[in-house]
């Protein structure tokens, strides 16, 4: 008798149909959306709870003292994140990025750091296995993290200046605090470390040159994220954002910089070198220069729902499947599915002036639910 497993996107179901024997085998193969995009990153949230209130993530006045975090008890466990990271390295899943929230909150996150570290893809290569973090817990964090397998990190940092920096964070964390995370993870060999300054015009963008100047020449990759419209609650506007074009030729004028060539075509970051030698930068320009088309990106909730854009408004029940009486082949199954009937492009359509933009109803997800 044929069997189906029913998948839900939020109210949308689909179906995959199944083979009258009830099995399938193994994923062989590259995987491709309807764009013929590979599936080769999976991004973890393992928790939607954080210690900071950044202004374009998390806002206090949307995330207050009241505010509704899933309980313990709706969060995949390590053993299921395992499972369905084994079943989307299957699938041609070469890195994973842990994300949160802030992902060292979740408690004994180096244990799943260790059955993560363990997978190997189908030919036998470990995995690239990342973190990003706000670095406020990474100093007595870092060696556990590494002695588990971890690869190494990304940190965010949006301001030198303490006062500032405390401001964007609203927690009143301190810079130097952050900055001895980073020393820490640069201690133990989570290397190379890359550092995401998210900038917000007339908020923090005074601050691209004296973090350029402070991490040139230390090996550190400096990162420049566009301010972008994630989710619905941090009042976004287009006139808080400040190209990325902007800010390399801000640099440049201070520090002259070169091209490079991009380590894979899916690479978010444009790169860029300094002349003399001292190290590179990066720019990810997800509002100005839409990078959907080289996408292979996927996202998994901390509560087991597959997306499949930054941008989505819809994810895909992965947990009712790993809970229920699914088998691997029926998780296969379902993330092919998923992956192949993927059509998502939001900021390419944003950039084209598309009258009509998925999500369009206000209701996309919030960065701190997946990760950025």
């Known amino acids: 008798m044929s069997r189906r497993i029913i998948l839900v996107a939020d109210a949308n179901a689909l179906t995959v149909p199944r083979s009258a024997a009830g099995a399938t085998s193994a994923p062989s193969g590259v995987l491709l959306d309807t764009l013929e995009r590979p599936l080769r990153d999976l991004r973890i949230s393992v928790t939607d709870r954080c210690n900071f209130r950044c202004v374009y993530c998390m806002p206090r006045e949307v995330f207050d003292k009241d505010h509704p975090f899933l309980p313990h008890s709706a969060l995949l466990t390590f053993e299921e994140i395992e499972r369905v990271a084994k079943r989307f390295v299957a699938h041609g899943v070469e890195k994973i990025r842990l994300t949160g929230g802030e992902p060292l909150l979740r408690k004994n996150i180096e244990h799943l750091v260790e059955r993560l570290a363990a997978l190997t893809t189908p030919d036998g290569r470990p995995l690239d296995l990342t973190l990003t973090t706000n670095g406020s817990l990474l100093a007595r964090k870092a060696r556990s993290l590494k002695d588990a397998g971890l690869t190494r990190v990304t940190v965010s940092l949006d301001a030198l200046d303490d006062a500032l920096f405390r401001r964007m964070n609203d927690a009143d964390f301190a810079v130097a605090d952050v900055l001895d995370g980073i020393a820490a993870a640069e201690g133990v060999g989570l290397a190379p470390l890359k550092v995401n300054m998210v900038v917000k015009r007339g908020t923090n963008d005074a601050e691209i040159l004296p ?162």
């Open 211 to 372: 973090l350029a100047r402070h991490f040139r020449g230390s090996g550190i990759v400096l990162r420049f994220i566009e301010y972008m419209d994630v989710g619905t609650s941090n009042g976004w506007n287009m006139v808080e954002v400040l190209p990325s074009a902007d800010v390399v030729a801000r640099i440049h004028a201070q520090f002259p910089l070169v091209p490079l060539e991009a380590h894979s075509a899916a690479e978010t970051a444009q790169r860029w070198a300094y002349a003399d030698g001292a190290g590179e930068i990066g720019v990810i320009s997800s509002v100005t220069r839409a990078f959907c088309g080289t996408c292979t990106r996927a996202r998994l909730s901390t509560e087991g729902k597959v997306y499949l854009c930054l941008f989505a408004s819809a994810g895909y029940d992965l947990r009712a499947l790993v809970r229920g009486n699914a088998t691997d082949d029926d998780v296969d199954d379902a993330i092919a599915h998923i992956w192949q009937g993927r059509a998502d492009r939001y900021s390419q359509l944003r950039g084209s002036g598309a009258a009509q933009l998925p999500s369009g109803d206000g209701s996309r997800i919030e960065m701190s639910y997946i990760g950025g």
